[in-house]
Nanobody
Framework: QVQLVESGGGMVQPGGSLRLSCAASGATLDTYAIGWFRQAAGKEREGVSCINRNDQYTEYADSVKGRFTIFRDKAKNTVYLQMTSLNVEDTATYYC??????????????WGQGTQVTVSS
């Protein structure tokens, strides 16, 4: 069974950048669509971005379009989320998960433990 480990979070000032990693073990990630999600304190989890299995389709939440980029490195069995122009509203714990079909609303599995992103001046 695939296991996901997120990393790359931290504290950054508004306007800064971070690159999150979602590394997999137990299976190759290119057989899955990969989604990034986030949950801020006191709020529900929300979808941030998704990349489908063949990397030909990506999806972004309106709040991050133009600022975040999702991409896959098959050689490293890792999916990344490059985040730029960060603002305080991006503060959250970020998670990645797999989906066997595509960028769907439901059915995500194999959640990682999350990585904290804090944007603060």
């Amino acid at each position: 069974q695939v296991q996901l480990v997120e990393s790359g979070g931290g504290m950054v000032q508004p306007g800064g950048s971070l690159r999150l990693s979602c590394a997999a073990s137990g299976a190759t990630l290119d057989t899955y669509a990969i989604g990034w999600f986030r949950q801020a304190a006191g709020k529900e989890r929300e979808g941030v971005s998704c990349i489908n299995r063949n990397d030909q389709y990506t999806e972004y939440a309106d709040s991050v379009k133009g600022r975040f980029t999702i991409f896959r490195d098959k050689a490293k069995n890792t999916v990344y989320l490059q985040m730029t122009s960060l603002n305080v509203e991006d503060t959250a714990t970020y998670y990645c998960a797999t989906h066997t079909s595509g960028c769907a609303l439901r059915g995500w599995r194999n959640w990682g433990q999350g990585t904290q992103v804090t944007v603060s001046s």
